[in-house]
């Protein structure tokens, strides 16, 4: 069976206009009850493979909304009369870098006509709903289903304060009246921390949220509740109960907190514990929240999982990586930042590790910062082994706790660019320049100077 679509398909006779911010799995279905079909007919004359998936609930829900290849969307517009903006308006790869993390290889991964993602390629996801699940709005359009609805933290209709459906009465016949209020002012925070009004001071908005799931987690499982699963995140009991409490913890330094950490880990150690419940929402901060509980249990910051490659730097805190630095980086780059380069600027942020120790955190995000790297190949580059890891790994951790992660990243940024332009004077790029890939794609721009 091909997986390529036809690119050419018939057109349907009737353009069913797409809603604001409507979800594609509900689009596709409701264009199916107005031409008295199933979705299956609609796509089967752009792919027998995609119709053939779709009539598979477990298959449909793996690649149905979440992301389309370019080809795939341009036959699909072509199809219902759309145009390819739309189709593609549809999908959560909408929120691109805001809740979901889609390189070129994923996107294949879930396209509705070649794509071969599983329900683990979903969870990989981290936190995004069973798009199984269709939830809408009573006193909304009952046909539509919005994007942000899949969402797990949705359980209003922050429109008409009413529930989402389908939810579960037996569980939620507790959230009474009196909680409302709070019900609504947990998903107005989570909602404007989506739209990128609000944020975790020390963490990106992704990273936030896989966080503050993973506190829910704990904290609901310190209540002696049920282990959160996917389909117990959205009730609208573990909103009002657990997320605010979630929200403190996890904007809080939590040298404290939770204080039943050891009970509940039965023995295991703490930190593994934590990890899973992280990596099981697709965690991809390694820090933050998990460097907080692992402090509190009294883990002098040796805690070393072969998590390095893992460990990447924020895309919002990469802001010289690009092909000249990358290929200059790995030729120039020194095994340890020189010492008149880091004392005293980047020993201030790290008053209580060494000089040496210092100068070797500094190269390893020197090259992760110019290459892309993860930690592990960064380490692997300039030949360290991973206890030489340690240092780098305590002052994120400080870093993120302390709120001076890019002010750091900032300096080493500075100190990079003076060993690279020493030997060869290859101008820097500047924020009004900013450095291409070579595929015509957008770069984060370089840090620009702090402003007085
Ligand atoms: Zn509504």
Redesign the pocket.
């Known amino acids: 069976m091909t997986t390529r679509p036809h690119p050419d398909p018939e057109p349907l006779p009737l353009r069913i206009a797409p809603a604001t911010a409507e979800a594609w799995p509900g689009y596709l279905n409701r264009t199916a009850r107005a031409y008295r079909c199933e979705p299956a007919h609609l796509v089967a004359p752009i792919s027998s493979r995609w119709a053939s998936r779709l009539r598979r609930p477990h298959l449909a829900a793996c690649t149905a909304g979440i992301a389309m290849t370019d080809d795939v969307a341009a036959a699909t517009a072509r199809r219902l009369n759309l145009r390819v903006e739309e189709v593609q308006a549809m999908q959560l790869s909408v929120h691109h870098g805001l809740t979901v993390s889609l390189d070129e290889e994923t996107t294949r991964a879930f396209d509705p006509v070649s794509g071969s993602a599983t329900t683990t390629d979903l969870r990989s996801l981290g936190w995004i709903a069973d798009p199984r699940r269709r939830r809408w709005?009573p006193?909304?359009d009952p046909d539509v289903d919005r994007i942000a609805w899949a969402y797990p933290w949705a359980v209003l209709?922050l429109?008409?304060h009413?529930l989402l459906h389908p939810h579960d009465a037996d569980r939620n016949g507790d959230v009474s009246a009196s909680r409302w209020g709070r019900l609504h002012h947990t998903q107005a925070r989570l909602e404007s921390i989506l739209a990128g009004t609000r944020g975790f001071s020390r963490l990106s908005p992704r990273d936030g949220f896989v966080e503050l799931l993973a506190a829910a987690e704990v904290l609901a499982s310190r209540r002696q509740d049920i282990l959160l699963e996917a389909s117990t995140v959205y009730e609208p009991w573990v909103m009002a109960d657990v997320l605010p409490a979630a929200f403190t913890a996890v904007e809080t330094p939590m040298d404290r907190w939770p204080e039943e950490l050891d009970v509940l880990v039965e023995g295991k150690h703490r930190g593994a514990y934590l990890a899973a419940v992280l990596q099981k929402h697709g965690s991809s901060s390694p820090f933050g929240l998990r460097a907080d509980l692992t402090r509190f249990a009294g883990e002098p910051g040796h805690f070393i999982r072969p998590w390095a490659k893992d460990i990447y730097l924020p895309t919002a805190h990469r802001p010289i990586t690009a092909s000249w630095s990358r290929e200059r980086a790995r030729r120039l780059l020194p095994r340890s930042m020189p010492e008149h380069l880091t004392v005293p600027t980047l020993t201030d942020f790290t008053p209580w590790m060494s000089d040496a120790h210092c100068q070797v955190a500094a190269a390893q995000i020197a090259h992760m910062l110019t290459t892309g790297a993860c930690l592990k190949d960064a380490c692997d580059d300039l030949g360290w082994s991973q206890p030489h890891q340690v240092p780098l790994r305590r002052l994120w951790w400080h870093l993120e706790s302390t709120g001076r992660f890019g002010e750091y990243l900032h300096a080493v940024g500075q100190a990079v660019h003076l060993l690279l332009d020493q030997p060869m004077s290859s101008p820097a790029p500047t924020a009004e320049h900013p450095p291409s890939d070579g595929d015509g794609s957008p770069r984060p721009r370089p840090a620009a100077p702090r402003s007085a």
Do not use: E, F, I, W
């Open positions: 709005c006193r909304c209709c429109a008409h009413t």
